[in-house]
C-alpha cells in the first residue's frame, strides 16, 4: 500500500509529507520557482560539469521541484520524472505548479528499475531521491540499482544522489556507488542530515578555477547562488582525501 500524501504550510512555505512529518518536497508559495531545500540546490552540483544535458531525469517527484526547475532552465532537454505513487504526482500538478506532459516533460508513473532498463544509455543527468514514508534511508540504495543507474546514463553521464540517514547509511549507499561509478564525490552533510553525492561515469579533470567560474556562470543563469559553496565542498573533499 501506498504511503498517503498530506499537505502543511508554515511561513509562506508548502510542504509535502508521504504518511510521516518528515518533508518530502517543499515549495515557497512567494517564489515558486526557487529550490526551496538546501539538499535540493546541492542536487544541482552536476551543472558544474555538464553545462548542455539532452535528457534529464529525476527518480522520486516529490513536489516536482527539480523537475520544475530543469524544467525551466534547460529548454533544450528532455525531463523524465519518474514517481510510483499517484498520489505524489497528482499533488504536484495541484499543488506545487508541475507543468502537464508535454514534447518535453514526462512523469512516468512506474517502478524506477523498470525505468532505468528501459533507457539504457539514453541519459545525461539522473537525480535520485527515493525514500519511503519513514525516510530512514533511500528505498533504493542496492548496487545493483547503481549498477542500474550507470547502465542508463550515456558516455559523459551524471548522477546526483540524496543520501539521508545515519553514518551507516551513508557509509553503504557510497561504497555501492563507488563499486558501480568510475568516481564519486560528495559534499559534506547538511544540518538536517542529507548528504549529497556525484557519481561519474567517466573520471573528470578538475580545475579548480574553471569550477569557480562555472559558479558564477551558475548563479547568472540559474539563479542559484550555492555554486561557489559546492566548489568549497569538493575542495575540502579533495583534501580530506
Known amino acids: ?75 533544450q532537454a528532455r525531463i523524465d520524472a519518474v514517481e510510483i505513487n499517484p498520489e505524489v504526482v497528482q499533488a504536484s500538478r495541484l499543488l506545487f505548479n508541475l507543468p502537464p506532459d508535454d514534447q518535453r516533460l514526462n512523469v512516468h508513473t512506474v517502478d524506477a528499475l523498470d525505468y532505468l532498463d528501459a533507457v539504457y544509455g539514453e541519459l545525461d543527468v539522473l537525480q535520485v531521491d527515493v525514500y519511503s514514508d519513514q525516510a530512514e534511508h533511500p528505498a533504493l540504495e542496492s548496487e545493483a540499482f547503481y549498477q542500474a543507474c550507470r547502465k542508463a546514463l550515456g558516455p559523459q553521464g ?17 561504497h555501492a556507488l563507488q563499486e558501480s561509478f568510475s568516481a564519486v564525490v560528495w559534499l559534506p552533510e547538511t544540518h538536517d542530515g542529507n548528504l549529497v553525492a556525484l557519481a561519474f561515469v567517466d573520471p573528470p579533470q578538475i580545475d579548480f578555477d574553471d569550477l569557480y567560474q562555472r559558479a558564477e556562470e551558475i548563479h547568472a543563469l540559474l539563479g542559484l547562488d550555492d555554486g561557489k559553496e559546492w566548489v568549497d565542498g569538493l575542495y575540502a573533499w579533495m583534501d580530506q582525501d
Open 1 to 75: 500500500m501506498m504511503p498517503q500524501v498530506s499537505i502543511s504550510e508554515h511561513e509562506g512555505v508548502r510542504y509535502l509529507h508521504l504518511g510521516s512529518a518528515w518533508v518530502q518536497g517543499a515549495m515557497r508559495l512567494d517564489a515558486p520557482d526557487q529550490l526551496e531545500l538546501h539538499y535540493i540546490r546541492q542536487m544541482m552540483i552536476w551543472s558544474l560539469f555538464q553545462t548542455d544535458p539532452r535528457r534529464i531525469a529525476q527518480l522520486g517527484l516529490g513536489a516536482g521541484s527539480l523537475t520544475r526547475f530543469c524544467y525551466q532552465h534547460f529548454p
Open 158 to 174: 551524471l548522477l546526483t544522489v540524496n543520501l539521508l540517514g545515519s553514518e551507516r547509511v551513508h557509509a553503504r549507499n557510497l
